[in-house]
């Protein structure tokens, strides 16, 4: 991965997708199948996995794996001899106040999305290879709070920092962060409709391009710092300007 072309650079590569399964995993895997590469799906849920899978065709296999739990971590890498790119969507959090939840609900955004990436990253270092990319996923929640939710606010920035810190120990290996915005697509799906359209009215209303982003906009911010080869220990803001208001 030396130079920008990625109608090249991901041919005949190992992409693994954590959370791969559906919503911008599943559309990162969409993206790197159609540049000629294969991917490793991972997930909880083998019945979602192993239909994501049926749809991408025989350049995807997938296993199941549980971000929380180093051993099953471990377990999923084992079967992979070489990681070209990595990605991690998985995440299971509660958002909220400090005065309304408790220590143990306010650090599950640390205990999942955090040390969840941070263990898949530690169970792959053995097996990524020199030019391999790292993203990580934050939220544009890290630089804008969007509400009272410190803890998931702190969570972010955190991923952020992690990822800076890990492109200075892991070069060559490149590792970056997206930080989405409010995103159209599967984890809002599956929410109440008056909850979502009020979301999505308030985010509007906050950003410079005044609607949500898509799951295919964030996977093209993806596939562009995979395969971009000068760029490492950068955030990329995928939030339609949220960020700047």
Not at 76 to 105: H, K, N, W
Not at 152 to 175: D, F, K, M, Q, S
Not at 210 to 215: A, F, L
């Amino acid at each position: 991965m030396t130079s920008y072309d990625p109608s090249s650079l991901l041919a005949d590569r190992t992409i693994v997708l954590i959370g791969g399964g559906s919503g911008i995993g599943l559309e990162v895997a969409r993206r790197a199948i159609a540049l000629g590469a294969s991917v490793v799906l991972g997930g909880r849920t083998a019945a979602r996995l192993d239909a994501a899978a049926a749809s991408l065709g025989e350049r995807a296999t997938w296993a199941t794996v549980d971000t929380g739990d180093e051993a099953s971590v471990a377990a999923f890498f084992e079967r992979i001899p070489a990681v070209d790119a990595l990605f991690t969507t998985a995440a299971d959090y509660v958002v909220g106040s400090m005065r309304d939840l408790d220590a143990d609900q306010a650090s599950s955004p640390f205990a999942s999305k955090f040390w969840g990436q941070y263990r898949v990253v530690h169970a792959a270092l053995d097996r990524l290879t020199p030019d391999a990319s790292i993203v990580l996923m934050s939220g544009a929640a890290s630089v804008r709070p969007p509400a009272a939710a410190p803890a998931y606010v702190a969570a972010n920035a955190a991923i952020e920092g992690l990822a800076r810190g890990l492109a200075v120990e892991l070069a060559p290996v490149r590792v970056n962060a997206v930080s989405p915005g409010t995103i159209d697509g599967n984890l809002w799906a599956h929410r109440d409709d008056a909850v979502r359209e009020a979301a999505f009215a308030q985010f509007s209303a906050d950003t410079v391009l005044h609607r949500p982003g898509t799951e295919q906009e964030v996977a093209g911010a993806v596939i562009h710092l995979f395969t971009n080869g000068y760029t490492t220990g950068s955030t990329l803001y995928v939030d339609g300007g949220y960020s700047l208001r």
